[in-house]
């Protein structure tokens, strides 16, 4: 039935075009609303009932985290993203592979969501960034989010969601998000103060930043490269627009990400050859 629906959007014009806009508005809000009640009320109490009864629970306020200082709210919220861009990640990547636009669409649209929830959480200071996110971390989660925003509902009103190159673009994005994010959740539950469990740390990065790197600065380029050569030119001024303005931002962000993600790779591996952290008295 959703599938149904997908393939015009409620419009009864198969054809991609702005008619499909009202359904895809009401689409993105209904996806929005069980993306919140089921991620961010539903799997979030879960997760906190879990983890608060592991042995590394206490551990984890013993340090400040990436999107909060708590770093038992950021480990939750990790968790959610990982949970959430893989799913969309995995819808992508059948679609792409069998050849099925509305799959891929979901998976497109799965992916919108997050960014249209995590730009107003960082609006209006809701979980995770109660106590007010980092500025520079606002600009570079700012720049993917609107970089992302930016591409997907033109991309899907042009009809461009169905180009192979596209479809490999997406899928490379989206499942690099999960896995960057699963990254981050595996190494909050390694207590670093145990010279075994920092060296899993160290692994579990080593493992993290190669799949990052793949699919952030081999797969994606490539997609991009080989799209920009065989389908920018017959693409209308405002898809040539988006397709620079998303290529560009993302670009950037991949690179300001990356950075980070050597640096804590590193900075693991040291550890982890230290014998890991000393404990505080």
Aim: hydrophobic share 45%.
């Amino acid at each position: 039935m959703l599938n149904a629906f997908l393939v015009d959007f409620g419009s009864g014009n198969p054809e991609p075009g702005n008619h499909w806009l009202p359904g895809l508005s009401v689409t993105v809000a209904l996806f929005l609303a069980l993306y919140h009640v089921m991620g961010f009320r539903i799997l979030k109490s879960t997760l906190h009932g879990i983890y608060s009864r592991c042995s590394w629970w206490p551990y984890l306020t013993t340090y400040q985290g990436v999107f909060s200082k708590d770093v038992q709210i950021e480990v939750i919220y990790t968790s959610i993203l990982a949970i959430h861009h893989i799913l969309g990640g995995a819808c992508m990547a059948y679609g792409s592979y069998t050849g099925s636009n509305p799959t891929f669409i979901v998976g497109a649209l799965i992916s919108l969501v997050d960014d249209i929830n995590d730009l107003l959480s960082m609006y209006f200071k809701t979980f995770p960034f109660q106590g007010g996110a980092d500025p520079k971390l606002m600009i570079v989660l700012g720049i993917h989010h609107v970089a992302a925003a930016l591409a997907t509902v033109p991309a899907i009103t042009s009809g461009a969601t169905a180009n192979p190159h596209i479809q490999q673009i997406g899928t490379s994005l989206l499942l690099a998000g999960g896995f960057s994010h699963l990254t981050l959740s595996l190494s909050r539950t390694r207590n670093r103060q145990d010279p075994s469990q920092a060296t899993q740390d160290a692994f579990i990065w080593l493992l993290g930043a190669s799949l990052f790197f793949y699919f952030r600065f081999v797969l994606y380029p490539t997609e991009m490269l080989a799209f920009y050569r065989e389908e920018y030119a017959t693409l209308d001024g405002t898809m040539q627009f988006a397709f620079i303005g998303f290529a560009g931002l993302m670009t950037l962000f991949n690179v300001l990400i990356f950075v980070d993600c050597l640096t804590g790779t590193a900075s693991r591996v040291m550890i982890a050859l230290k014998g890991g952290e000393k404990k505080t008295k």
